[in-house]
């Protein structure tokens, strides 16, 4: 790798580190009171797939391990925010669903940082955006089969 690659590569990651810790405070900070992004995350993705998961593929969607995504869950149970069940088949697995509850906190979530979402893609421009989606999904896709 040559030293120009090197520090371009250097460049990229600094500055997806950066906007990653960003946004992780400002959007955290807009959560409704109790909420952290972490359980925000997971109400989204159980809403979006429509079907109950695993904390096994939970963990794996999200890249974490099992125990962070039991601490998320538990605390998303102790809100009323997902159904835990046993599986009837094996006993030593659980299935997880959203609630009622936690359709609702996951719509005022939404209500509550999608104005600052929209408000950087506008000023940042949607053609813009829309060009940087296309090498960001690659970027991911490549780190993510590693």
Known sequence: MSQQTDSLAVALFSEIF????????RLSKALPKGMELSQFSVLNHLARVGEE????????????TRGAMSN????????????????????RRKFISISPSGKAARETAIAAVSPIIAEVVEEIGPDRVRLALPVLRELREKLGAG
Request: hydrophobic share 40%.
């Open 18 to 25: 950066t906007i990653d810790q960003l946004a992780h405070n």
């Open 53 to 64: 998961r695993t904390p096994a593929q939970l963990a794996q969607a999200f890249h974490l």
């Open 72 to 91: 998320t869950l538990s605390k998303l149970e102790w809100a009323g925010h997902v159904h835990v069940r046993p599986d009837w088949n094996d006993a």
